[in-house]
């Protein structure tokens, strides 16, 4: 499609929208009475109107029945979370019962390391994206003292070479290659979430299988964001937090994958509660843990039911708008992003922005990095100021990702003149 940066081209792309009437669905978030252009879908992504309906038949469920409600009702909450499990299978790429809903994302990481890291003898090393999210950091740590090596000795990090900003998979294929028998994990992010690189997650997977070790990402910023098929790449294991693009609301309960081929294995370790056990015998209440044979026998706890009924709310959005239309939309938003980007740079005789993002559309999602040459911070105020939500990540970066559900082409073209007169003012 050939661009072009007036607003009524960006008008006309929001008429032939298939999906613009899905930004009804959400509250958008307003200051002085105007919307906000809010950019924020890395971050916390928007509350659907109808999250408080699927909320208050919760509370009703729970007024009418009290604890008769696990069992009674419309959606008695024993088995609450299987309608959450299919729409996820098909964000995600997975077969339904390779998903179990539960935790939140850091808890999740550790639950799969305890499953999925097993160093032994020499082979016990774990290959990582340099500056993984903190989380993932110290999950990597925790693991590792806790079966008595020092992590400095067995974590091995891919750093992008000098003065890139994103990591080459090739670096990533000769780091597996170098360490091919001593690896036990590779864990990656699928998306990095200072720079929104996008890792060919297929490959890295293979990779990994191939010099025998286990592989896992963390989905936290790729889950509702970019095409993922985490079965057919292999994959053993991965977690994702809702909060982000799946709107699913602050802290929303997470989700882990875990190929199927894992589901019999009655050996591999797992911290084990009773949510997990054989449904058919669970409140038998014996002794010795008999883990129900799929994703779900990984779970611990009673699900917060109220968070489930949050992102139940979200994911018939989902449902409804059609996971591919979102894709598709998702990717001519982006695309129509870096083309007004581009012209801001180009009006300038010094480079004000410089994409930190890949700009190969397979390596990007909806998040786009902009790393401020110069005056960062105030241009980041001054959209704040403005109307524009987008978020601010030291030293430098703004890091903005329009989404298909309830962003607008008109609203990535009113950023991008605002951002483009905010520079031209200071310069
Ligand atoms: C990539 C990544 N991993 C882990 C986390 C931690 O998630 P949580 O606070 O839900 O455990 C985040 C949070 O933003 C994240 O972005």
Redesign the pocket.
């Known amino acids: 499609m050939q661009f072009d940066n007036s607003l009524s081209f960006g008008q006309q792309l929001d008429k032939a929208d298939p999906l613009k009437d899905f930004r009804n669905r959400f509250i958008i978030p307003s200051i002085n009475s105007k919307e906000q252009i809010y950019f924020l879908g890395n971050s916390l992504g928007l509350q659907p109107k109808k999250a408080k309906e699927e909320l208050n038949k919760i509370l009703d469920q729970w007024g009418q029945y009290g604890v008769e409600g696990f069992f009674k009702g419309d959606q008695p909450w024993i088995d609450y979370h299987d309608q959450l499990t299919e729409p996820l299978a098909e964000i995600v790429g997975a077969l339904p019962h390779e998903i179990s809903v539960m935790n ?4 999740n ?1 550790h639950l799969m390391m305890v499953s999925f890291y097993q160093p032994k003898g020499k082979r016990n090393k774990i290959i990582c994206e340099a500056k ?2 903190p ?2 950091q110290y999950m990597f740590e925790t693991h590792v003292k806790h079966y008595g090596l020092n992590p400095d000795e067995i974590i091995i990090e891919v750093h992008p070479r000098k003065n890139e900003h994103t990591i080459r998979l090739e670096d990533i294929l000769q780091t597996i290659e170098q360490h091919r028998d001593e690896l036990a994990l590779v864990f990656w ?1 699928g998306v990095n ?1 200072y720079s929104g690189q996008l890792f060919d997650m297929k490959t890295i997977s293979f990779a990994a299988q191939e010099a025998g070790a286990k592989v896992g990402f ?1 989905l ?2 790729a889950a509702g964001n970019v095409p993922l098929e985490l079965h057919n790449w292999n994959i053993d294991f991965a977690c994702w ?1 809702s ?2 693009y799946l709107n699913a609301g602050p ?1 929303a309960v ?1 989700a882990v994958y875990i190929h199927e081929r894992y589901h019999n294995d009655t050996g591999i370790p797992r911290y084990a509660g009773w949510w997990g056990y054989d449904k058919a015998t669970r409140f038998k209440m014996e002794k010795g843990f008999k883990p129900i044979p799929t994703a779900e026998g990984w779970q611990l706890s009673t699900p917060s039911f109220l968070s489930l009924a949050l992102q139940k709310a979200s994911l018939k959005i989902f449902e409804e708008a059609g996971w591919k239309n979102i894709l598709v939309k998702q990717k001519l938003l982006n695309k129509y992003l870096w083309f007004l980007l581009d012209g801001i740079n180009s009006g300038f005789s010094k480079k004000i922005i410089e994409i930190i993002t890949p700009r190969k559309e397979e390596e990007r999602g909806c998040q786009v990095s902009l790393l401020m040459t110069e005056r960062g911070k105030e241009i980041f105020d001054a959209l704040s100021k403005a109307g524009v939500m987008a978020d601010w990540r030291e030293p430098n970066v703004i890091r903005i990702a329009p989404v298909a559900l309830y962003n607008t082409y008109e609203e990535v073209w009113h950023f991008a003149n605002i951002l483009k007169g905010i520079i031209s003012s200071q310069s």
């Open positions: 939140q994302l850091t808890v990481l993984a999210f989380s993932d992010g979430y963390d936290a910023h937090c909060y982000k802290g997470g």
